[in-house]
């Protein structure tokens, strides 16, 4: 057996014994990958100037508060309305993008900015400045993904097609989130 081989088989063994703690971290890691990203490529900083200390935050987010949020809520959809037909890919997309989409938005807005040390009326304002228009951008891309992954992934790997995309769903959501804000 190959190293790589074995390894592979280690990563699937925790996956499925440790699903939601598999998850959290994966969600931590792309959301904090697209952090990095979001600095580097949009916000043009040098490596050197990169505030890594700004994506272990937004990691952190992702991990304690995103991940798990996510793959409970996917369990959730499951159960209210199957795992397979067009009629449940409709209903499971509708249910995330008018409950789950404006909820996990503001949970993760009001996560970074709690974990940069701002608080409750800056938070407010923020969220009356990029919330919306956020939420809006998700809903040109989120459907669309949502359509195809709820029609043709299985159950076990929708989480993941979801954090996939989600890399550069991130990348803008932590651009924005950032924009105009002067660090603490």
């Not at 809520?73 to 995330?96: C, E």
Request: aromatic fraction near 12%.
């Amino acid at each position: 057996m190959s190293k790589s081989g074995g390894l592979l088989n280690i990563y699937r063994a925790f996956a499925k014994r440790h699903m939601v703690l598999n998850q959290s971290l994966r969600s931590g890691v792309l959301i904090g990958s697209g952090d990095f990203i979001s600095q580097t490529c949009i916000e043009k900083k040098k490596l050197g100037d990169v505030d890594f200390g700004r994506t272990c935050r937004v990691f952190a987010v992702g991990a304690m508060l995103v991940g798990p949020h996510v793959s409970g809520w996917y369990i959730i959809l499951s159960k209210m309305f199957g795992t397979s037909g067009p009629v449940s890919a409709f209903q499971k997309i509708a249910a995330d993008q008018l409950m789950f989409a404006p909820y996990i938005l503001a949970v993760t807005m009001a996560g970074i900015n709690t974990l940069e040390g701002h608080g409750w009326e800056f938070t407010k304002e923020q969220m009356n400045l990029k919330y919306t228009d956020i939420l809006l951008t998700g809903y040109k891309l989120w459907p669309a993904v949502q359509l195809i992954n709820f029609n043709f992934v299985p159950v076990k790997y929708q989480v993941l097609v979801v954090q996939c995309v989600g890399v550069m769903w991130n990348t803008f959501l932590c651009w924005k989130a950032h924009q105009g804000v002067n660090k603490i």
